[in-house]
């Protein structure tokens, strides 16, 4: 149990539909990052979130937005969702800005399926 | 933009046998990053091993090591000893710190198949 959790498990929507993926980082951890995981593309990393500020955007369409809140935890938004949006989403965390002494702990993912 | 390759989609071992999995990436950095993250069939992330540029020295985590030569941008995970529960997605990642990010990016992965 990595200790970051994340919430729902699996989700499955219709397309044009908004979603929220959200995500609680380990206790201490303040850094917060998304990834997608898809077949195609694979491992992509969207957006980093630390103490409640945005640090560093990936890849992230302009349909998907992110915040972390004061609690630390963090929301994924995704909006007009399309087939390709089908993937597997994670959350990671870090007790701070990141580095090799700071690695990213990752949850268990929520599966979102677009029909 | 950093890059990582794997270029081996899929490998088998038999179990109590040794693999090698491959990575190289292309960087223009001096100073970086390099994890290998295990993902096996209940897809979670799993750190395996890391190691920092600057650092000569190949890291060891029991039975997981590393062969990390910087010149030739290459760094492959060596699992010793493999047992079953090491079938897994094993990704290799790269970090390049700086302007306050510590994004991974992340090979294609190598599908490891170990045989009883």
């Known amino acids: 149990d990595s200790g970051v959790t994340q919430t729902p498990k699996h989700l499955i929507t219709a397309t044009g539909q908004r979603v929220t993926l959200r995500c609680s980082p380990r206790s201490g951890d303040l850094s917060v990052y998304w990834y997608q995981q898809s077949l195609d593309q694979g491992l992509q990393f969207l957006i980093q979130?630390?103490?409640?500020?945005?640090?560093a955007k990936g890849n992230i369409l302009e349909r998907f937005s992110a915040q972390q809140f004061p609690d630390l935890h963090s929301e994924l938004n995704l909006s007009s969702l399309e087939l390709g949006d089908s993937a597997l989403y994670f959350c990671a965390s870090s007790e701070g800005i990141g580095g090799a002494n700071q690695p990213q702990h990752f949850g268990d993912g929520t599966r979102l399926s677009i029909l | 933009a950093q890059t990582v390759t794997q270029s081996q989609p899929e490998m088998s071992v038999q179990e109590a046998e040794t693999v090698t999995l491959s990575c190289t990436y292309d960087t223009s950095e001096n100073n970086y990053y390099l994890f290998w993250y295990k993902q096996p069939p209940s897809r979670q992330m799993i750190l395996v091993i890391r190691?920092?540029?600057?650092?000569?020295q190949n890291a060891t985590e029991n039975r997981f090591s590393v062969n990390f030569q910087k010149a030739a941008k290459s760094f492959s995970l060596k699992i010793s000893d493999s047992q079953l529960g090491d079938t897994a997605m094993y990704f290799c990642?790269?970090?390049?710190?700086?302007?306050?990010?510590?994004?991974?990016?992340f090979g294609k992965g190598t599908k490891l198949s170990v045989i009883p």
């Open positions: 190691q920092e540029a600057y650092k000569q």
């Open positions: 990642a790269f970090m390049k710190p700086g302007a306050g990010s510590y994004q991974l990016t």
């Open positions: 979130y630390y103490n409640g500020e945005e640090r």
